[in-house]
């Protein structure tokens, strides 16, 4: 009686894993990335009171960051600082504003934090403590939004992507899994 090797299962399992690991990297990246500030406003709105409103969307996709955790603390002139002032997300998607009472007049710093997605950027502005100018708000000059952080993570969204289309991975892996042994059976001489 001779013995026969049992069949190899591991080019199945190699197939099977590659699925899902490349079913939960696609999803994973959508909204992954740094966060990509865009100053909308950076003006006294009271003698002392700086409105900061920006746009915070995702690096990889420009995607709005709605669940963004946004944060600002501001540095000025002698040493001065205010803050962490909590951003609040308005109506707009990915648009947040900060209030900052930032009392000693001059040259300040607003350092604008995300948390997730991750990033930093830093807005100078001026203030005069006489309120908003008669022209109308100062805004920064930026050529374009900047990024900061690095990469990492995803939204109850991507979770769920990813879980689909790792359990499509895994499926598609039984399949080839149940395909090579059936050719392996349809090809033993009996």
Do not use: C
């Amino acid at each position: 009686m001779a013995l026969t090797p049992a069949p190899a299962r591991r080019p199945a399992l190699v197939v099977a894993a590659m699925a899902v690991f490349v079913g939960l990297a696609g999803p994973a990246a959508a909204h992954g990335g740094g966060a990509v500030f865009e100053v909308l406003r950076a003006a006294e709105s009271a003698p002392g009171e700086v409105i900061l409103e920006v746009q915070v969307t995702y690096e990889s996709d420009g995607e709005p960051a709605e669940g963004a955790i946004v944060e600002v603390t501001a540095s000025g002139p002698g040493g001065a600082t205010a803050g962490p002032v909590p951003a609040e997300r308005q109506d707009e998607p990915g648009v947040y504003t900060a209030t900052l009472d930032l009392a000693e007049p001059g040259p300040w710093v607003l350092a604008v934090t995300s948390s997730f997605p991750p990033g930093t950027i830093e807005v100078p502005t001026e203030v005069t403590g006489e309120g908003p100018a008669a022209e109308g708000p100062s805004e920064p000059a930026l050529d374009e939004p900047e990024v900061g952080g690095a990469e990492g993570g995803s939204d109850a969204t991507n979770l769920v992507t990813a879980a689909v289309f790792g359990l499509l991975g895994g499926a598609l892996g039984l399949w080839v899994s149940r395909r090579w042994a059936a050719r392996r059976r349809a090809a033993k001489p009996d």
